[in-house]
């Protein structure tokens, strides 16, 4: 049985997958960038929580990352599309199906990378964060 840290990260990669651009969890970035556009998913860091006692419930602001990246002429608007199609499948459900308490995106702050021989890419890490409890400190 998964746990509820694994289970709502596993909905955030499916809500991405349904995105034009190519989904991926926790991979290297590949050789090439599909012309949607790329993104990948890092489980980040679940943080501190907070804990109730009675009954013993811990309370956590997870930090998952998406890794977004664009390549092509037109990259800046591409890379705009690509994070406001991030924000957008995020406000259809803040909860993931009621997996989570809240879920919300920070603003990237988007860098350029030159490619020796290629066009140069777009990238941010986007910060996702997800409002979440478990009863358990490894769940």
């Not at 926790?26 to 599909?34: F, Q």
């Not at 990246?69 to 499948?89: E, M, Y």
Request: net charge negative; charged share 20%; glycine share 8%.
């Amino acid at each position: 049985m998964p746990t509820p840290r694994e289970t709502i990260l596993t909905a955030l990669h499916a809500r991405l997958a349904a995105l034009p651009a190519t989904a991926l969890r926790g991979e290297v970035l590949p050789e090439r960038v599909p012309a949607g556009g790329l993104l990948i998913l890092r489980d980040g860091e679940p943080g501190e929580p907070e804990v109730t006692l009675s009954p013993l419930c811990y309370h956590y602001q997870h930090r998952a990352e998406v890794e977004a990246v664009v390549q092509g002429a037109d990259r800046d608007t591409a890379f705009d599309t690509l994070t406001a199609s991030i924000g957008t499948a995020l406000a259809a459900d803040r909860t993931l199906g009621g997996l989570c308490d809240w879920v919300e995106a920070e603003a990237p702050r988007p860098v350029d990378l030159p490619v020796e021989g290629t066009a140069n890419l777009k990238a941010a890490v986007i910060s996702v964060v997800l409002h979440y409890s478990a009863s358990d400190a490894l769940g």
